[in-house]
């Protein structure tokens, strides 16, 4: 079992930036993919970044060079650092958890959800 709690969200203005934060509890985070998805109003929830135990990451093509997803097992937090924020990068952003290796970027892969966080940024 982990249990996920995401943070670091606001309202920043285009070409801002915002670190998340996602604090795990549980056995054994340094063994789970972890990763972002985040739904804005109106769409469905969409695949952000995710990151393995052997520091691998894959990203969507709408944040690629902009994004980054890192990890501290020493801390057991995963981060998003945003960089050059849009007006479409407005959503809930949720923190994720599966066990494996795989980078899947298909929702129901993960087990484990944070509450989620809101990005807002303004034009």
């Known amino acids: 079992q982990v249990q996920l709690v995401d943070s670091g969200g606001g309202l920043v203005q285009t070409g801002g930036s915002l670190r998340l934060s996602c604090a795990a509890s549980g056995r054994s985070f340094s063994n789970y993919v972890v990763g972002w998805f985040r739904q804005a109003p109106g769409k469905e929830r969409e695949f952000v970044a995710a990151?393995?135990?052997?520091?691998?990451?894959r990203y969507a093509d709408s944040v690629k060079g902009r994004f980054t997803i890192s990890r501290d097992n020493a801390k057991n937090t995963l981060y998003l650092q945003m960089n050059s924020l849009k007006p479409e990068d407005t959503a809930v952003y949720y923190c994720?958890?599966?066990?494996?290796?795989?980078?899947?970027?298909?929702?129901?892969?993960?087990?484990?959800w944070g509450q989620g966080t809101q990005v807002t940024v303004s034009s």
């Open positions: 990151i393995n135990l052997i520091f691998s990451t």
């Open positions: 994720v958890a599966r066990s494996g290796t795989v980078l899947t970027t298909t929702n129901y892969d993960y087990n484990y």
